[in-house]
């Protein structure tokens, strides 16, 4: 079955940087878009940057854009996401989801997610 295991995250301080990493396994991982979400406490999920299969088409959340950077290697079937500038109000949980469709788009909406992993935490002091 599909497995996604997201690790990196951890506590930071205001400016600093983080990388994460979401391992996949149990598909044909270069087919599928990937993406990056978050849910901080008593927020619903919001969606932070997503990739196509190939890599070349990146996709990002406003609030994130210029900060942030979302890879891949495929060789490796994990997708990043670099995090830098890092502000209080990025603290949240962070899962890495696997897209429905096969050679789709990096898309912002989550229902368009079939696959998601368990999370890990990032916490931002100031």
């Known amino acids: 079955q599909v497995q996604l295991v997201e690790s990196g995250g951890g506590l930071v301080q205001a400016g600093g940087s983080l990388r994460l990493s979401c391992a996949a396994s149990?598909?044909?991982?270069?087919?599928?878009?990937m993406g990056w979400f978050r849910q901080a406490p008593g927020k619903e999920r919001e969606f932070v940057a997503a990739?196509?299969?190939?890599?070349?088409?990146?996709n990002y959340a406003d609030s994130v854009k210029g900060r942030f950077t979302i890879s891949r290697d495929n060789a490796k079937n994990t997708v990043y996401l670099q995090m830098t500038s890092l502000k209080p109000e990025d603290t949240a949980v962070y899962y890495c989801?696997?897209?429905?469709?096969?050679?789709?788009?990096?898309?912002?909406?989550?229902?368009?997610?079939?696959?998601w992993g368990q999370g890990t935490q990032v916490t931002v002091s100031s």
């Open positions: 149990g598909l044909t991982f270069s087919s599928y878009p």
């Open positions: 990739i196509s299969g190939s890599g070349g088409n990146t």
């Open positions: 989801a696997a897209d429905k469709n096969r050679f789709g788009v990096p898309r912002r909406q989550a229902a368009g997610y079939d696959y």
